[in-house]
T-cell receptor, first 112, second 112 residues
């Protein structure tokens, strides 16, 4: 069974204090790993897709990396507006369709 | 204007009532999905549809049904609501396999 585990569940950072969020996965036949940002009262918003080990993507203060077992979302010099829940999801071929399995997220709070 | 619109945003209903949640999209995507989000469980797939004539059950379809009225409209029904269906429900779209999901802003459903 496909599994996605995110850690930590919650993270509190001072503004400017860099850190990383982890997404560990167990899946047969990874087709893609996705990072989303979710603000309170809103739907998840797509950030990155990674398809193969060694791949990296960057957007402003965020950088996502992928290995064969996990992905990291690195946040450099975060600002209060980066506060949100970050979700990881993996897509794999299962039972005749491409199934997406989500982690439970890391809730990030950045304090001014 | 939102690309994926869900109505209503909030709904309180009683046990045993039939209710419908609606989703419409202007993105022109063929693939549409219904997910529910519960604290500590992440997003779980209820139903998905790859075109108007193709509807499939997801991992937690019991107690739910769907209707794909047009490429742009996908409705979720609870035939006889029960309290453990209290959750946040999201509609999502995607243009093809291996592509990210585009979410609406959700419907918060409470069953008393």
């Amino acid at each position: 069974e496909d599994q996605v585990t995110q850690s930590p569940e919650a993270l509190r950072l001072q503004e400017g204090e860099s850190s990383s969020l982890n997404c560990s996965y167990t899946v047969s036949g990874l087709r893609g790993l996705f990072w989303y940002r979710q603000d309170p009262g809103k739907g998840p918003e797509f950030l990155f897709t990674l398809y193969s080990a060694g791949e990296e993507k960057e957007k402003e203060r965020l950088k996502a990396t992928l290995t064969k077992k996990e992905s990291f979302l690195h946040i450099t010099a975060p600002k209060p507006e980066d506060s949100a829940t970050y979700l990881c999801a993996v897509q794999a071929y299962s039972g005749g369709y491409q199934k997406v399995t989500f982690g439970t997220g890391t809730k990030l709070q950045v304090i001014p | 204007d939102a690309d994926v619109t869900q109505t209503p945003r909030n709904r309180i209903t009683k046990t045993g009532k039939r209710i419908m949640l609606e989703c419409s999209q202007t993105k022109g995507h063929d693939r549409m999905y219904w997910y529910r989000q519960d604290p500590g469980l992440g997003l779980r797939l209820i139903y998905y549809s790859f075109d108007v004539k193709d509807i499939n059950k997801g991992e937690i379809s019991d107690g739910y049904s769907v209707s794909r009225q047009a490429q742009a409209k996908f409705s979720l029904s609870l035939e006889s609501a029960i309290p453990n269906q209290t959750a946040l429900y999201f509609c999502a779209t995607s243009p093809r396999a291996n592509s990210p999901l585009h979410f609406g802003n959700g419907t918060r459903l409470t069953v008393t």
